[in-house]
C-alpha cells in the first residue's frame, strides 16, 4: 500500500531529525524574498551552508547584545534577565 504525502513527510522527519546533536531543533518560519536570498548569497560567499550561517549570525548578534547589557549599569541584572526572557527594555537596535 503506498503512504500518502502525510505519511512519507513523517517518515522524512523521523529519520532526518535523528541527530548526533540532541539539541538541534527544527525551526520553520516565511521569511521576505531579499532576506531569504541575502542568506542565499552570504553563505556561498562564505562557502557554508544557510544553516551555519544564520546560526553564526545569530550567536554574533547574541553576544553583542550581552556585551551590551553588560555595560548598562541601570540593570545589573540585565544579562540574567535576558537569558530568562523577562528583561524589562527593548533596545533600540538590531544590527550592531
Partial sequence: MAMSNAQRQAAYRA????????????????????????????ALCYG??????????????????????DAMSELPNAVNQYYDKCLPIVLDNVTA
Avoid at 20 to 33: E, G, K, P, Q, S
Avoid at 52 to 67: C, G, H, P, W
Fill in 15 to 42: 529519520r532526518h531529525l535523528k541527530s548526533a546533536d540532541v539539541l538541534d531543533l527544527r525551526l520553520n518560519l516565511m521569511i521576505d524574498l531579499h532576506a531569504k536570498c541575502a542568506l542565499e548569497r552570504l
Fill in 48 to 69: 557554508v551552508t544557510q544553516r551555519a550561517l544564520l546560526q553564526s549570525l545569530l550567536i554574533q548578534a547574541q553576544r553583542a547584545v550581552i556585551q551590551r547589557l
